[in-house]
DNA sequence: GCCAACGTTGGC
DNA sequence: GCCAACGTTGGC
């Protein structure tokens, strides 16, 4: 199996990287985006490394590292009433979206700040620096991922 | 808090 | 199936 890279955005004010090294896992819900959503059901395995992103804050960049446990299942919340995430599209015969587990492996000492990105040659392909990126859930490449991971040891 | 960029919705 | 209106995202 082959492993794959991702890049997980959050606004920490929701969930940040302190709430899961706390939880040690969570599953990822409340994903609303079709394209995310694809990523979610069809290709994100058990196994494969995310960049924990914090959005909206100060400063935004990577804050660390979790790891896939779980391949993609439908999103519960989405046919909960209550659920601040429920769309009634949505139902357990026809689910329309996705989320996956994942568990806590690691916090940089540091962020890899969005600026250190823009500024990192070897980071511009990133699909976060393309203009107006919204995808909350986008991959990464192998390397990408390497150069975030080695420049916090 | 602003606002540009984007995705989705719904009238036609 | 077009496209304007709307709601959301996310950097600043």
């Known amino acids: 199996m082959i492993k794959k890279y ?3 955005k959050s606004e920490p004010e ?6 899961l ?9 409340g994903v609303r ?3 995310a ?13 995310v960049l924990f992103y914090h959005s909206n804050t100060e400063p935004t960049g990577v804050y660390g590292i979790c790891e896939v ?3 993609g299942y439908p999103d519960h919340t989405a046919f909960d009433p209550d659920s601040h995430h429920f769309d009634p599209k949505s139902n357990p015969q026809n689910p329309a979206w996705f989320m996956v587990d994942i568990k806590f492996v690691k916090k940089f000492p540091k962020p890899v700040t969005l600026d250190e990105i823009k500024s ?3 980071l ?4 976060l620096l393309q203009r107006g990126s919204r995808l909350s859930i986008q991959p990464v490449t192998k390397e990408e991922f390497n150069v975030i991971v080695t420049s916090r040891k």
Do not use: C
């Open 124 to 127: 511009q392909n990133m699909k």
């Open 6 to 8: 991702w890049l997980f």
């Open 33 to 35: 985006n079709y394209q």
């Open 14 to 19: 929701a969930f940040s990287i302190d709430d």
């Open 69 to 71: 446990v779980k391949d």
């Open 21 to 29: 090294a706390k939880k040690k896992k969570t599953f990822w819900d």
């Open 37 to 49: 959503r694809n990523f979610l059901r069809d290709e994100i395995k058990s196994g494969d490394q």
């Open 120 to 122: 990192n040659p070897k």
